[in-house]
């Protein structure tokens, strides 16, 4: 990592210097606009051409000849204002910053916000998100997640067909837009997580391959080739993607980065790549004096992945995991086809709540053979939780978000899950006011042969569900449009009572979070779980669909209770449970149909005391 940055630098004033990894070219000619002759880069032993060279300001745009005659866009540029299929452009990525004295990520009071870019605001811009940011604040967001914001081909896209991992999609506003953003997000106190994608790139302007062994063929992914993380020559492509990690803690002053599906970073090397990466992430943190974060998406359900290296981990801070989602969905919705088959009792909503994950090393009769690894040593700041989220959503066939195949009190009862729960909560945009639009799947590729592909693609993946219809055209601009959120409703009706639902879920969460974790007790005749939290708050969780009595073990002494989700104040039918309880060691209780309950002490610590 002792080399120069790849891709173009900018020296000084009129100079700049060019690095590209490209092992396998003899040579590597610098075409830069308006100039009928190339200039050659030197090459060295390991495969990369260097150079530096005058007369080229920040704004020259470029492109690279390679030695068998194609000519390309730098495979580490920092803009592409054409696109993907465009020249590259010399950017300067100083910026005024102004968050000095900025401490980084808050690994104590994380609340996620995942946010689209694109379909957050009808303008789809970073500059168009700022105006919301206050409110997210003052809800209790801690920290934006910003999806993939790497180029991709055209202007719709989810991210994860980006192509030019350094280079911010030039449609959002590009990286001055995006260090604008980061900027305001922490004057206002708030984190920002981006989310990337190393475990493969888009098939739309797709130009590492050109330059060297970027991918193998010794393992495949749900997108094709894998990343060649552990092949010959392996070094340069690591290089080139932990270099571009570091380029978003240093020169964008992300907090904290979110892998997109490490179970797909197919990588057998003694080091692994993901191991080395958040090694290098956190030095850089240490060095700037901030605290930074690598967040892993994981299928695999194993807690080696934010283990230790001294315990023989990876290093990372946390990882996603579905299982809280999953079963929550299952309990509210009834669906069972595809991976919801593993779910549908409450026992296994109890095992997600007390260790983070339903699977840690049981059967699992969707994937047919044990899933997960025994859990003995996470605490909650390693696990993120969601009960919606960019994928649960845009991976239904029609979008739909959870409010929209749900009753209002399944709505508010999946909050109470979520926001209650030990873990870190993931909101997804829209969720805290009950938003309607929904988020399907979009795309604007070029390639004819490229779009039939992709529809086809979506048809096959939904054969495991029992969904009926058909496919809405991913290609087609409606589905984007449709996608876009309508921010207007969080102040209008049942709407505006969701966002208030959210604030007061979250300010209590706050004050619960300060009194450690959860004991669960699962009634599963009865549709109910009791979760105790440290004998100073309890909560109970009712999913049936009719009123019933329950008794309960409960800690002695007086309760006060602090939430009802079936309180007339948030359009319920109407609670019988007491505003104080005295317990003896038991109590019974009246639980409305698919309701929370949350009681405490009569004292918690109040926001400040933690």
């Not at 689209?116 to 605001?121: A, E, M, R, S």
């Not at 283990?307 to 919705?333: E, N, P, Q, Y």
């Not at 440290?534 to 073990?553: K, N, S, T, Y």
């Amino acid at each position: 990592m002792s080399r120069r940055r790849l891709g173009a630098t900018p020296v000084d004033g009129e100079r700049c210097h060019f690095s590209v990894w490209a092992p396998e070219q003899a040579r590597v000619e610098l075409f830069v606009e308006g100039e009928s002759h190339p200039r050659a880069l030197e090459r060295d032993d390991l495969g990369y051409h260097q150079a530096v060279f005058e007369r080229v300001p920040a704004g020259t745009r470029y492109l690279y000849r390679l030695a068998d005659g194609k000519d390309r866009p730098d495979p580490a540029s920092r803009f592409q204002p054409e696109g993907v299929h465009g020249a590259s452009e010399v950017l300067d990525l100083g910026f005024e910053w102004t968050d000095r004295g900025w401490v980084g990520y808050p690994t104590s009071s994380c609340v996620l916000y995942e946010l689209h870019v694109g379909t957050f605001t009808t303008d789809g811009t970073f500059d168009a998100v700022v105006g919301h940011l206050d409110r997210l604040r003052e809800l209790g967001i801690t920290v934006v997640e910003i999806m993939p914001v790497a180029q991709f081909p055209g202007s719709r896209n989810w991210g994860y067909d980006g192509v030019f991992p350094f280079a911010v999609q030039a449609s959002y506003g590009g990286p001055r837009g995006l260090q604008r953003l980061v900027d305001a997000c922490h004057r206002r106190g708030l984190a920002v997580v981006l989310d990337v994608v190393y475990n493969h790139l888009g098939p739309e302007g797709n130009i590492l391959g050109d330059y060297g062994p970027y991918f193998t063929d010794v393992y495949r992914t749900p997108w094709g080739a894998a990343i060649n993380f552990d092949g010959p020559e392996s070094e340069g492509v690591r290089r080139y993607f932990i270099e571009n990690a570091l380029q978003w803690i240093g020169e964008f002053h992300i907090d904290g980065l979110r892998l997109d599906a490490v179970h797909a970073i197919l990588d057998r090397s003694a080091k692994p790549f993901l191991e080395e990466l958040a090694a290098e992430v956190h030095a850089l943190g240490e060095r700037v004096g901030r605290r930074v974060a690598v967040i892993a998406e994981s299928d695999l359900n194993d807690p080696r992945l934010v283990r230790s290296t001294a315990l023989g981990g990876f290093g990372l801070d946390s990882m996603w995991c579905d299982d809280l989602h999953h079963a929550t969905h299952v309990l509210l919705t009834g669906e069972t086809n595809g991976y919801y088959e593993d779910f549908g009792k409450v026992e296994h909503l109890a095992r997600a709540w007390e260790r983070g994950m339903t699977y840690a090393g049981e059967y699992s009769r969707y994937r047919k053979r044990r899933h997960g690894r025994p859990v003995t040593d996470l605490e909650r700041q390693h696990i993120v939780v969601s009960v919606q989220n960019h994928d649960q959503i845009g991976n239904r066939m029609f979008g739909e978000r959870l409010g929209a195949i749900v009753d209002f009190e399944s709505e508010k009862l999946a909050a109470g899950v979520l926001l209650m729960s030990p873990f870190v909560p993931l909101i997804f945009m829209g969720q805290e006011y009950g938003e309607t639009a929904p988020f399907q799947y979009f795309v604007s590729h070029g390639d004819p042969e490229l779009r039939k592909a992709v529809r086809e693609g979506r048809r096959d993946e939904f054969r495991s569900f029992d969904w009926k219809g058909e496919v809405p055209d991913p290609q087609s601009e409606e589905a984007f449009r449709r996608s876009v959120l309508n921010h207007e409703l969080r102040v209008q009706g049942r709407h505006a009572l969701v966002h208030e639902l959210y604030r007061e879920l979250l300010g209590l969460r706050w004050r619960l979070l300060a009194i450690g974790m959860d004991d669960t007790i699962c009634f599963e005749a009865r549709n109910a779980l009791l979760t105790l939290r440290d004998r100073r708050a309890w909560m109970m969780f009712h999913f049936g669909q009719e009123p019933i009595p329950l008794m309960v073990p409960l800690p002695e002494g007086r309760w006060v209770k602090a939430f009802d989700s079936a309180e007339a104040k948030w359009q319920g039918p109407g609670s019988d449970l007491p505003e104080t309880l005295d317990s003896e060691g038991e109590a019974e209780l009246s639980l409305p149909a698919r309701s929370f309950a949350v009681y405490c002490r009569e004292k918690l610590p109040d926001q400040g005391e933690a």
